[in-house]
């Protein structure tokens, strides 16, 4: 770990040397479920899922979280963050604004643009309090509470010099992780079942990962209807143990 990733801060007169082992420390930091971003609240849908008996195994859920990362949120958000993160890279702002508006207009329902911008803000608040860069609290301020969760992570990651592939990967890993939480408590798996998905998803976690490093954000979008139709109906479920 003795290799150093030197940026010059756009915003300030000195230049700060993060060194590898100090960003793959803020990685698995951010990506920790102890990262106090509330991640654990919301099953994307999935929870109505299960009340309809449309998830009722681990190969149910294996499906249902690989559509969200193939052709749902997950395609959306990553192609989202790899664009923020070369914007943070490139100090354009411009740029960067375009993703974070992006973002928060690219939400099918109510529930899902709750998750990413509650999760964003939130994330958004502890980074900058734990670890302070001027040019992500002035895209903060730029956006107040209406920065979603990939955009803010992406940001975060590029101004912290944290290399994309691991942040994009690691993000990803994270959401699908949660889904899979989510999915042992509601359907309910065994917790090795959890673990046999989280490593079957590991090609569909890479895949993702690629196309979003090559998306184009003018021709993106999503093409899994009946997850925004899970989503919608979940606003009214009776009981609920999850926010969205």
Do not use: C
């Amino acid at each position: 770990m003795a290799t150093t990733i030197t940026t010059t801060m756009a915003m300030m007169t000195t230049t700060t040397t993060i060194t590898e082992g100090a960003a793959l420390y803020r990685l698995l930091a951010w990506l920790s479920p102890a990262y106090p971003i509330g991640a654990y609240t919301y099953s994307h849908g999935l929870e109505r899922a299960v009340e309809d008996g449309a998830v009722k195994t681990r190969a149910d859920l294996l499906a249902y979280v690989t559509t969200v990362l193939r052709d749902g949120a997950g395609r959306v958000d990553a192609a989202l963050l790899v664009a923020a993160w070369r914007a943070a890279i490139a100090d354009d702002d411009a740029a960067l604004d375009e993703a974070a508006r992006l973002a928060a207009a690219w939400r099918g329902t109510a529930e899902t643009a709750l998750e990413t911008m509650a999760q964003g803000t939130a994330f958004a608040s502890v980074t900058h309090s734990a670890w302070p860069d001027p040019r992500f609290a002035a895209l903060a301020a730029r956006h107040p509470r209406a920065l979603a969760h990939p955009v803010a992570f992406g940001a975060a990651a590029g101004f912290h010099a944290i290399p994309l592939r691991p942040a994009l990967t690691g993000f990803l890993s994270g959401f699908a992780a949660n889904l899979v939480s989510a999915g042992v408590r509601l359907v309910p798996l065994g917790q090795t079942d959890g673990q046999i998905a989280t490593a079957t998803l590991h090609p569909i976690i890479e895949a993702a990962a690629d196309a979003a490093e090559s998306a184009e954000l003018d021709s993106l979008g999503t093409a899994a209807p009946m997850l925004d139709l899970l989503s919608m109906r979940h606003e009214t479920q009776y009981t609920r143990l999850f926010r969205s």
